[in-house]
């Protein structure tokens, strides 16, 4: 399972694109409240800035300006008052510059492609041997970057005949993107995954009476006397576009007969809403096989919680596969109703039944 900090973390060892901390002094006049650290891209979340001694939040106090390393003071500090600035930056990329070229690398690596209960990959679903060609991919785009900003520089010719050949820097660049792209094309091929993978796919017949697809099982042995296990597949050979989502998906994997319980974050205050959550056959079904109960543990303007939780008997006889959403009524106004999170759920058939 991926997370977006260690993927951060790993395209920041393929840039050589490590964190140093560094230390800023100056002296106040009384007038000036724009200031160049010499330190660029500054981490924001490190930034420690005093004057005279006391520390001066953000924005109230200052504001910062990351990628080039410039901080604006909304009161000039008073003079001969003593600046300090201290925190970490980086070599070429912040936090959130190289989160743009993840995110980048992840929609097109995983483009098409869905797990084994036919939901969108997503970073939470990501398998760990492919955390690697991301990474690679998404240094191939940062590197992208650092291209695009020395195709500016010319080569210098002083009066004395020295040349300084700047140009070079791109040259050196796009070489090590061809490699970096090699890297990727082979660990891809390799794999089967990424943008460089083989598209397969599993012919399926339609049934001449009922216009319907004929379902595929898994093989089993001649003397296996277990329930044939339905598989379900791919309709085309091209993967399967999963439908565009208004809400978060977060499909549920339950085991038969075991109680269930499972957190969900909101980043606001969920104060005055009603949540519900049930569990159908499928959309607008008549067969209700479960209602979740709803607790909520924590409330707060950046951060609120709620639990859902099933009782082993509310899982006894769910069906191997279902669909669950989770909607949000006002105690105010009755005419709002919003669904936050949908997703599918598979249920695992237990062994010990009594």
Not at 263 to 273: N, Q, V
Not at 278 to 296: A, D, E, H, K
Request: charged share 15%.
């Amino acid at each position: 399972m991926a997370t977006v900090v260690d993927l951060i973390s790993r395209v920041r060892l393929e840039l050589g694109d490590q964190a140093s901390q560094f230390s800023y002094s100056a002296t106040g006049d009384g007038s000036t409240t724009t200031f160049s650290l010499g330190y660029k891209p500054v981490d924001p979340t490190t930034l420690l800035v005093t004057v005279a001694n006391t520390n001066i939040p953000t924005p109230a106090g200052y504001t910062l300006e990351q990628d080039t390393g410039v901080i604006h003071f909304v009161t000039p500090p008073a003079a001969a008052a003593s600046i300090v600035v201290s925190g970490i930056h980086y070599r070429y990329f912040t936090d959130d510059d190289i989160t743009i070229f993840l995110n980048t690398a992840i929609v097109e690596h995983t483009f098409n492609r869905t797990d084994v209960y036919g939901s969108q990959i997503t970073v939470a679903t990501i398998p760990s041997v492919e955390e690697y060609p991301i990474a690679v991919l998404a240094t191939v785009d940062a590197l992208w970057a650092l291209a695009t900003d020395a195709a500016f520089d010319i080569n210098i010719t002083a009066p004395d005949g020295v040349v300084i050949p700047r140009s070079q820097r791109f040259s050196q660049l796009s070489m090590h993107i061809e490699k970096r792209m090699e890297n990727y094309k082979m660990l891809c091929a390799q794999l089967n995954v990424g943008l460089y993978r083989i598209e397969m796919g599993t012919l399926i017949r339609t049934s001449r009476t009922t216009n319907k697809y004929i379902p595929i099982y898994m093989g089993q042995e001649v003397d296996d006397s277990r329930q044939p296990e339905r598989v379900y597949i791919n309709n085309n050979l091209m993967g399967r576009n999963a439908p565009i989502a208004y809400c978060n998906v977060q499909d549920i994997i339950l085991y038969q007969g075991d109680s269930f319980y499972t957190e969900i974050d909101f980043p606001f205050d969920i104060t005055g809403l009603n949540f519900k959550a049930q569990i159908r056959t499928y959309p607008n079904s008549p067969s209700l096989y479960g209602t979740f109960t709803i607790t909520v543990l924590s409330t707060s303007s950046s951060v609120s919680t709620i639990s859902l939780t099933l009782t082993n008997s509310d899982t006894a006889y769910m069906p191997v596969r279902a669909f669950w959403d989770l909607q949000a009524t006002s105690a105010t106004d009755s005419t709002y109703e919003q669904t936050y999170v949908r997703g599918q759920v598979f249920t695992i058939q237990q062994v010990t039944l009594d």
